[in-house]
């Protein structure tokens, strides 16, 4: 079984920042690409940005400039700094990864239960 637990959500307000973890545990041989989307009340889940297993990263538009995605291989845990947070960022952040358990197992996807990000003064 794998699990995907993401933390450092909370109530912030405008300006400020948040550190978001999204931990991978369980039966891991590897981890391809991973990522952070976010769904925010009547709206449709959106990619907020993806890193690779090699480090190389995209941004939405949204998150250009403000945010920053990192992982550590080592540790199977994946990371989102989130600077000059604006209200629109609120929402539910979810982390995503292609996980392969087993030489003998194919990739699979997974996610996270989310995490709550308010943004409000």
């Known amino acids: 079984q794998v699990q995907l637990v993401e933390s450092g959500g909370g109530l912030v307000q405008p300006g400020g920042s948040l550190r978001l973890s999204c931990a991978a545990s369980?039966?891991?041989?590897?981890?391809?690409?991973m990522g952070w989307y976010r769904q925010a009340p009547g709206k449709q889940r959106e990619l907020v940005a993806i890193?690779?297993?090699?480090?190389?990263?995209n941004y939405a538009d949204s998150a250009k400039g403000r945010f920053t995605i990192s992982r550590d291989n080592a540790k199977n845990t994946m990371y989102l700094q989130m600077n000059s947070l604006k209200p629109e960022d609120t929402a539910v952040y979810y982390c995503?990864?292609?996980?392969?358990?087993?030489?003998?197992?194919?990739?699979?996807?997974?996610w996270g239960q989310g995490t709550q990000v308010t943004v409000s003064s």
């Open positions: 369980g039966s891991i041989l590897s981890i391809s690409a």
């Open positions: 890193i690779t297993s090699s480090g190389a990263t």
């Open positions: 995503n990864a292609d996980i392969r358990s087993t030489y003998y197992s194919n990739w699979k996807n997974y």
